[in-house]
């Protein structure tokens, strides 16, 4: 059971989530939420901070060589 609430804000495609913690000692912060064994951790302390640790996603399957 969690102990905050959490908003969904996006996924991995694998059942698993990207939250905002709504809530409790961690309002505000962006956390991920391993959705199996509800445990989170915490990405960012804030939704602009964890925009800024975004990188573009390195392919190495030669994508664009088609």
């Known amino acids: 059971e969690l102990d905050e609430t959490l908003l ?3 996924t991995d ?3 698993n989530y ?3 913690a709504l809530d409790g000692d ?3 912060a962006v956390v991920f939420l391993e959705n199996e064994m509800a445990e989170t951790i915490v990405l960012a302390n804030s939704f602009t901070s964890f925009l ?3 990188r573009e996603r390195e ?4 994508a ?3």
Do not use: E, H, K, T
């Open 18 to 20: 990207f939250c905002m």
């Open 26 to 28: 961690r309002i505000g």
């Open 59 to 62: 392919r190495d399957d030669n």
């Open 13 to 15: 495609g694998s059942g």
């Open 8 to 10: 969904p804000i996006g």
């Open 64 to 66: 664009d060589d088609m």
């Open 52 to 54: 800024a640790s975004l």
